[in-house]
């Protein structure tokens, strides 16, 4: 425990789930607290850094096997990765119809990725904070509490708001590209109320846009904050488990075993959805 | 929990790893799936041809064995034919040879025989000419008496 404050509840859960900052301020770097007038050109670094370090991992992982990948009898780890390989090959033959090179590996990357990052939850919520912040303290002389590490990415709005924008500017750009930019307007103004009489018609037009409009901005909103949601929710439960003392030991493993599902379950969702929302993009008859 | 700069930053790691992903993880991956799955089934295409193709030979090889069978009972045939043919001509030939002999030795003793019964007859007719010139006493005109001891001679 660090000199000065109190630690009290409220405290120590605000502090697990506040990322670390960082910012310029004045032209020179700054972090935490003193970022708190930098509005949005505010990183944060532990998010960052957990996301791409666990990409990179995948990445590196899939990549090795993939360039030693033999034609003859796999080894066990190829053997693992051409099983989620194939699974996600599967569901994108079984969802998707058109010809793409890019939606396969895209919801490849979609799905391990997340996973990997939902994965970081079922660490002991105090684990790395704590290490974190005994870093900050022997190393940089820095309060312990003034050290914050929130190693789940996908409890970050902005890891999953980026991801779901990614899918977004996807779906809009399978859109022209299989419809064209007339046939993606036509698309957002004459349905669902579309008529013969063309006056009439119209008048429709703005009913109809606006009600595409939602439905197509729902579509990463939603994606967003699933995963967003579940996560946060998640974490929040394992923060306020492991507030409660010794008895979070059986508590701690029933919520992590759940958990392990709920993890596998959004990182499959988000996958399934950016597969059906960019087949629903390309997919003419509407 | 406020979006911020962070969102940026992530929308181009989650590009630069789709583009990643797309280039260099996903085609060698699938391509050695799908190798392997074409090779798998030219495996089972292969072994069902190999049975196949047993199934034949071995059809093959018993009809051969049956050919096989059936000449070699043939040839004993003949060979047990030819025997039976070699064996009649040998005794036929040895009887022959026999017949031969036995006619030769019988003409061979004939011979003997009349040769030592002619030589009989000269000795006796010798030896009735010098009895009777013994009996006469006298010499006897041996040419006006030759018919009588002819006639000696021939009823020895």
């Known amino acids: 425990m660090a000199a000065g404050e109190e630690l009290t509840l409220s405290s120590h859960i605000q502090h697990h789930l506040t990322n670390a900052k960082m910012c310029t301020v004045d032209g020179s770097i700054a972090f935490n607290k003193a970022c708190s007038e930098a509005g949005f050109w505010t990183w944060h670094v532990d998010t960052l850094a957990w996301s791409i370090g666990l990409g990179i991992l995948f990445l590196w992982i899939f990549h090795n096997v993939a360039k030693k990948s033999t034609v003859g009898v796999p080894g066990k780890l190829q053997c693992f990765v051409e099983m989620v390989v194939e699974f996600v090959a599967a569901n994108v033959k079984d969802t998707y119809h058109g010809k793409s090179k890019l939606i396969a590996p895209l919801a490849l990357t979609i799905f391990v990725w997340v996973f990997l990052m939902n994965l970081m939850d079922l660490v002991p919520v105090d684990f790395l904070p704590a290490f974190a912040g005994f870093v900050g303290e022997t190393a940089f002389g820095m309060d312990s509490h003034d050290v914050y590490m929130k190693i789940v990415p996908t409890t970050d709005i902005n890891m999953t708001a980026a991801l779901a924008v990614g899918v977004f500017l996807l779906m809009i750009g399978y859109s022209i590209r299989i419809k064209g930019v007339l046939g993606f307007i036509k698309e957002l103004t004459l349905h669902p109320f579309s008529t013969k009489n063309i006056p009439l018609q119209i008048v429709l037009i703005p009913f109809n846009l606006l009600l595409e409009l939602i439905a197509l901005v729902a579509k990463p909103f939603s994606l967003a904050l699933r995963l967003f949601g579940n996560l946060y929710a998640g974490e929040m439960i394992f923060i306020l488990i492991g507030a409660i003392g010794l008895a979070q030991l059986p508590l701690h493993f029933v919520w992590a075993v759940f958990h392990i599902l709920v993890i596998v379950l959004q990182a499959f969702v988000f996958m399934m959805l950016t597969i059906v929302y960019l087949s629903m993009a390309s997919s003419d008859n509407h | ?156």
């Open chain 2, 1 to 156: 929990m406020n979006l911020n700069a962070t969102l940026l930053g992530e929308l181009i790691a989650f590009t630069v790893f789709v583009l990643f992903c797309m280039k260099f993880v996903w085609p060698p991956l699938m391509n050695a799936i799908e190798t392997r799955q074409q090779k798998i089934a030219d495996g089972l295409a292969a072994s069902d041809r190999a049975e196949k193709d047993l199934a034949l030979a071995q059809d093959k090889a018993k009809d051969q064995l049956k050919d096989a069978k059936a000449q070699a009972a043939e040839i004993i045939e003949q060979a047990r034919k030819r025997e039976a043919k070699m064996i009649e001509e040998a005794a036929q030939k040895a009887n022959a040879e026999r017949d031969n002999i036995l006619a030769q030795t019988k003409a061979e003793v004939e011979a003997e025989r009349n040769r030592l019964r002619e030589d009989l007859r000269k000795q006796v007719a010798a030896l009735a000419v010098a009895g009777a010139e013994r009996i006469l006493q006298r010499s006897i005109d041996e040419a006006a008496h030759s018919d009588i001891l002819e006639k000696l001679v021939q009823e020895l």
